[in-house]
């Protein structure tokens, strides 16, 4: 199994570290980066096993035929992990195209 990050995920990881210590959802930079870390760690040691979803049509901006997980952090915030899963050669691969959470697209699901 190999787990394949588009560029603009990756960078909204460094962009979700960046907003959670700069509007103060966590008090120390280090605080943050932490849970971001752990957010991946979870998503790369999870996604083959989490239940997964068919993405709705209005997530196909990102990439189509998807399916999604979902990682609940804490009691507040649910993230959605948008994906497609190819075969390639006898190993499975799962593209990771998109990431947010229930603050932004459960409206969308």
Known sequence: MRIIFLPEVLESFNELTTILYEKEYFGFEES????????????????????????????????????????????????????????YKEETVYLVRHINNNHVVAQFL
């Open 32 to 87: 943050a980066i932490r849970y971001v870390d752990d957010l991946l760690i979870e998503i790369q040691t999870t996604i083959s096993i989490r239940q997964k979803k068919i993405a709705p049509l209005y997530f196909d901006r990102y990439g189509t035929d998807m399916s999604y997980i979902t990682i609940k952090k804490n009691k507040n915030t649910q993230w959605y992990i948008f994906f497609t899963v190819y075969q």
